[in-house]
T-cell receptor, first 115, second 114 residues
Framework: AQSVTQLDSQVPVFEEAPVELRCNYSSSVSVYLFWYVQYPNQGLQLLLKYLSGSTLVKGINGFEAEFNKSQTSFHLRKPSVHISDTAEYFCAVSDIKAAGNKLTFGGGTRVLVKP | DAGITQSPRYKITETGRQVTLMCHQTWSHSYMFWYRQDLGHGLRLIYYSAAADITDKGEVPDGYVVSRSKTENFPLTLESATRSQTSVYFC?????????????FGEGSRLTVL
């Protein structure tokens, strides 16, 4: 079984400052990794995903994440945030060889961008 | 309009009552999912379905029942609601499954059990 830990439940950040959201996973098998974003009163939408290839993954809205297999991490970064980036961000993992179709989500990180 | 819709968006009910949350998608996606979102727990999978008439349990299935007679619909029923089922419920669909593909989420159904 796998698990996902998002180390920060809330991250306040000033507009135009950089932000990093930390995600660590625990799994005995190879995994696929995802970041989803949830804007207020909306469902989740995919920000980016890592399936294979380059460990640096670029997503929508200027976000990127880096897969580090040795540290079992998949941290999300943005060099300069906007007010509109205020949202909750979820890291998720799935087992490459699992028969089912299950994503395991972390507890989420709330990002509050201040002017 | 194309997309995935959930109803009702808000529901208040009492302990012991039966509640059904509806989910409808217009993409003809094979896979559909029900998650619940609780503070500190993120999203937890309740049930999922790989196709019509094929359903399987997720991480927290107890107290819930699902059916999928048509590809586009995936209702979630709480047969006898309990306070611990107060939560926000999200339905999602995917063409390729949650393992590698993108999940498309509805806007959620906020359920309060008194």
């Amino acid at each position: 079984a796998q698990s996902v830990t998002q180390l920060d439940s809330q991250v306040p950040v000033f507009e135009e400052a950089p932000v990093e959201l930390r995600c660590n996973y625990s799994s005995s098998v190879s995994v696929y990794l995802f970041w989803y974003v949830q804007y207020p009163n909306q469902g989740l939408q995919l920000l980016l995903k890592y399936l294979s290839g380059s460990t640096l993954v670029k997503g929508i809205n200027g976000f990127e994440a880096e897969f580090n297999k040795s540290q079992t991490s998949f941290h999300l970064r943005k060099p300069s945030v906007h007010i509109s980036d205020t949202a909750e961000y979820f890291c998720a993992v799935s087992d490459i060889k699992a028969a089912g179709n299950k994503l395991t989500f972390g507890g989420g990180t709330r990002v509050l961008v201040k002017p | 309009d194309a997309g995935i819709t959930q109803s009702p968006r808000y529901k208040i009910t009492e302990t012991g009552r039966q509640v059904t949350l509806m989910c409808h998608q217009t993409w003809s996606h094979s896979y559909m999912f029900w998650y619940r979102q609780d503070l500190g727990h993120g999203l937890r999978l309740i049930y999922y379905s790989a196709a019509a008439d094929i359903t399987d349990k997720g991480e927290v299935p107890d107290g819930y029942v699902v059916s999928r007679s048509k590809t586009e619909n995936f209702p979630l029923t709480l047969e006898s609601a309990t306070r611990s089922q107060t939560s926000v419920y999200f339905c999602a669909s995917s063409a390729t499954g949650g393992r590698t593909g993108e999940l498309f989420f509805g806007e959620g159904s906020r359920l309060t059990v008194l």
